[in-house]
C-alpha cells in the first residue's frame, strides 16, 4: 500500500522528490527512498536532475516523474457497426488504433479477428508482452460483469456468450468485460465532458440506444447488470398502442425510434431503393427543409427529449453527455431539446456533447485501470 501511495503521489505531483514525498506522505526519509528504488527497477518512476538551482546554493535534488510509457493498456468497443481496438498509456493517451466492421467478422471470425489486431498493434508499436497491463472491453448489450458473460447483444447474435473465457484461451492478459455505455460513461469522468463531476449520465445513440450512471462517483450496474437500457422505455403510449416492426430482435420501444437504423428506414420507406439514405444524410435533409426528412427528424428530438426529461426525474444527475454516431447531427437541435425539457421538469441538468473521437476505447482502458488489482489500481 506505502509503495502504490508512493506511486500516486508522483504521478499526481511530476517532479517531485524524494524528501517531499516523504513529507507529504508522513513516511520516513529511509522507507521513501527504498520504496522509490523500487518503482524506479520496475519501470513505474524515473529520476532526473531538476534545472532549476536550489535556493539555498546547494545541490539540485533529484526530480522523480511518472513513467507513462512503463505499461499500456488495451482499450476495446465492440460496436454493433465496428469494432475498435486501442493501444491506451496509463495516463489516457490513445497510442495507436485500429478499427474493423463488425457485421463482416461475425461469429468466431470476430475473435480470431480481435485477437490478431492486438497483436498487429504490439508489433507495430514493438512491445512485448510484458508491457500489457490488461485489456478492458466494451460490448453492446447487458453483460455480466463479474463473470465477463455477454448475456443479450443483439446486434452480435450473443445470448449468455462467456466472452472472457473465450479470450482468456487466447491471452494471457487480465480481461475485464462491461455493457458500452457503462465504459463509455467512465471514460467521460476520465478524460471526457463529464470530468470532476460526481452524478453523471451518459446516452448513447447508435444502432440502439443506452445510457451509462455513474451516482456518487460510482458505477451504477443495476441488480442484474441492465441499468441504463433505455431502449425499451417508451416514450409515447398512442405509438406503441399502434405497434411497430423491430430493426433488431430485442430491440426496444426508443431504440426503433431514436436509433439511427429507424431513422434511416423511416425515411426510405418514402424514397426509391437507388436513393436509400443513412441517419446522417437524413439530417442533412432536414437542415435543407426536406418535408418528410424534417419531419422524421423532430418526431426523433421528441422522443429523445421525452426520455432525457424521465432520466432527469428519476436521477437528477449534474450532467447528461449525449454521445454515439447521430449526436454529431443533434448540436443544432439542442435549444429544442432543452425548451422541451424546461417546459416539463424544474430540475436543472447541463445537457452536453462528447468531446473526443475514443471516449469508448479510453473508457474501456479506464475500466481495467480501476477494476484490476494492480499497484496502479486507480479506484483505491
Same mark, same amino acid.
Given at each position: ?121 504490439? !508489433? ?8 500489457? /497491463? $490488461?485489456? &478492458? %472491453? =466494451?460490448?453492446?448489450? *447487458?453483460?455480466?460483469? @463479474? ?47 463529464? !470530468? ?8 448513447? /445513440? $447508435?444502432? &440502439? %440506444? =443506452?445510457?451509462?450512471? *455513474?451516482?456518487?462517483? @460510482? ?162
Amino acid at each position: 500500500m506505502n509503495q502504490k501511495n508512493v506511486l500516486l503521489c508522483i504521478k499526481r505531483n511530476d517532479g517531485i522528490s524524494r524528501a517531499e514525498i516523504a513529507k507529504v506522505l508522513s513516511l520516513s526519509k529511509p522507507t521513501t527512498s527504498k520504496l522509490v528504488q523500487e518503482l524506479i527497477d520496475e519501470g513505474w518512476v524515473y529520476e532526473e536532475w531538476r534545472e532549476e538551482v536550489n535556493s539555498l546554493g546547494g545541490r539540485r535534488p533529484l526530480s522523480l516523474f511518472f513513467n507513462e510509457k512503463s505499461k499500456y493498456i488495451f482499450g476495446i468497443d465492440i460496436g454493433g457497426t465496428n469494432v475498435e481496438v486501442a493501444l491506451v498509456s496509463l495516463t489516457g493517451k490513445v497510442i495507436e488504433k485500429t478499427t474493423f466492421s463488425t457485421q463482416q467478422h461475425l461469429g468466431v471470425q470476430l475473435i480470431e479477428k480481435l485477437v490478431d489486431s492486438l497483436y498487429k498493434l504490439m !508489433k507495430k508499436q514493438n512491445l512485448s508482452d510484458s508491457k500489457i /497491463l $490488461g485489456i &478492458g %472491453i =466494451g460490448v453492446p448489450g *447487458i453483460t455480466d460483469f @463479474e463473470k465477463g458473460i455477454v448475456i443479450d447483444a443483439p446486434t452480435l447474435g450473443w445470448c449468455n456468450y462467456p466472452l472472457r473465457q473465450v479470450l482468456e484461451e487466447k491471452l494471457s492478459y487480465p480481461i475485464y468485460i462491461d455493457n458500452d455505455v457503462n465504459v463509455s460513461v467512465i471514460g467521460e469522468k476520465w478524460q471526457g465532458a463529464a !470530468k470532476n463531476k460526481r452524478n453523471i449520465l451518459k446516452v448513447m /445513440l $447508435g444502432t &440502439g %440506444i =443506452g445510457c451509462g450512471m *455513474i451516482l456518487e462517483n @460510482e458505477l451504477y450496474r443495476g441488480a442484474s447488470y441492465a441499468a441504463g437500457e433505455v431502449g425499451y422505455m417508451v416514450t409515447d403510449q398512442s405509438a406503441l398502442n399502434k405497434g411497430y416492426t423491430s430493426m433488431f430482435a430485442g430491440y426496444g420501444f426508443l431504440d426503433n425510434h431514436v436509433g439511427g437504423p429507424a431513422i434511416a428506414s423511416q425515411m426510405n420507406k418514402h424514397l426509391s431503393k437507388e436513393n436509400e439514405v443513412t441517419a446522417r444524410q437524413v439530417f442533412e435533409l432536414a437542415r435543407e427543409h426536406h418535408p418528410q426528412a424534417e419531419k422524421i427528424v423532430q418526431d426523433m428530438i421528441e422522443h429523445l427529449s421525452f426520455a432525457l426529461m424521465n432520466l432527469i426525474a428519476v436521477v437528477n444527475p449534474q450532467c447528461i453527455v449525449i454521445g454515439g454516431g447521430i449526436a454529431k447531427s443533434l448540436p443544432p437541435y439542442l435549444p429544442m431539446i432543452q425548451a422541451t425539457i424546461e417546459k416539463y421538469i424544474p430540475i436543472a441538468c447541463e445537457i452536453l456533447f462528447s468531446e473526443q473521437e475514443d471516449m469508448s476505447v479510453l473508457g474501456a482502458a479506464y475500466l481495467l485501470l480501476t477494476e484490476h488489482d494492480s499497484i496502479f489500481n486507480v479506484n483505491e
